[in-house]
C-alpha cells in the first residue's frame, strides 16, 4: 500500500529552527509537496520538490532525497504565527495525491 | 480574499436529510477537487473533476455525488446524511499542469445529528 508517515506532534520554540520529517512508500514518485494548515482553516501551498535537494524559500526550506523516500520542512527564525499542522503530500505514479496526516507544530515563546 | 469560495461554513442537520455543499472558484481552473478531513487525520479524496461534465469517485465511498455543469462550480451532495458524516469537507481547484498545487477553500464543518 502506499503510506506517507509524519510527527503527529512537535514543539518548538519561538526563535530557534524546527525541521518536520516526512518519509513516504508510494508506487511511483512525481513530486512531493508541503502545505501549511492553520487550525479551522483551508491549507495553503508552501513548495513542491520534484528533485533532490534543498529548496529555500524565505524562512522555510524543504529537502528531497528520492533515494531514501524521505523529505523534510525546515523553518527558521520561528514565530508564533508559525504555530500550525504541516501537511506532507506526494504525487503518486498516476499523479493522484498520497496525503500524510499532519504534523502539528506548537511554538512556545 | 479568497478566490474558491464554500458555502455553508458551518452546518448541523439531521439524519437523512439531503445536504448540499457549494463551491466555485473564480480562477478558471479546470480541475477541482472535494476532500474530507477528520482532526489529526490525512485529507480523504471523495470526488474529482478534471473539467465540465466530467466526474470521478476518489477513494473514499461516503455515499455523496457531484456535478460540473459550469466552469466555477462544483458542489457535493449528500443523498441522506448519516452520523458518519460529521466531518469538515474542502474544496479544492489546481491549474492543467499534472503538478499545480492545490488551491483550497476555507471548509464547510457538518455536523449530523
Known amino acids: 500500500g502506499q503510506n506517507i508517515d509524519q510527527p503527529t506532534e512537535m514543539t518548538a520554540t519561538e526563535g530557534a529552527i524546527v525541521q518536520i520529517n516526512c518519509t513516504y512508500q508510494?508506487?511511483?514518485?512525481?513530486?512531493l509537496f508541503w502545505y501549511q494548515q492553520h487550525a479551522g482553516e483551508a491549507p495553503t501551498f508552501l513548495s513542491y520538490n520534484v528533485l533532490d535537494g534543498l529548496e529555500e524559500k524565505g524562512r522555510f526550506s524543504s529537502f528531497l532525497s528520492r533515494s531514501k523516500g524521505y523529505s523534510y520542512l525546515l523553518l527558521k527564525e520561528l514565530q508564533m504565527k508559525d504555530s500550525a499542522s504541516y501537511l506532507c503530500?506526494?504525487?503518486?505514479?498516476?499523479?493522484?495525491?498520497?496525503w500524510g496526516a499532519g504534523t502539528k507544530l506548537i511554538i512556545k515563546p | 480574499e479568497a478566490d474558491i469560495y464554500q458555502t455553508p461554513r458551518y452546518l448541523v442537520i439531521g439524519t437523512g436529510k439531503k445536504i448540499t455543499l457549494e463551491c466555485s472558484q473564480t480562477?478558471?481552473?479546470?480541475?477541482m477537487y472535494w476532500y474530507q478531513q477528520d482532526p489529526g487525520m490525512e485529507l480523504h479524496l471523495i470526488h474529482y473533476?478534471?473539467?465540465?461534465?466530467?466526474?470521478e469517485k476518489g477513494d473514499l465511498s461516503s455515499e455523496s455525488t457531484v456535478s460540473r455543469i459550469r466552469t466555477e462550480h462544483f458542489p457535493l451532495t449528500l443523498e441522506s446524511a448519516r452520523p458518519s458524516h460529521t466531518s469538515q469537507y474542502l474544496c479544492a481547484s489546481s491549474g492543467n499542469w499534472d503538478n499545480s498545487p492545490l488551491h483550497f477553500g476555507n471548509g464547510t464543518r457538518l455536523t449530523v445529528t
Open positions: 473533476s478534471y473539467g465540465v461534465n466530467s466526474t
Open positions: 480562477m478558471g481552473h479546470d480541475k
Open positions: 508510494t508506487s511511483g514518485f512525481n513530486g
Open positions: 503530500a506526494v504525487l503518486d505514479s498516476n499523479y493522484q495525491l498520497i
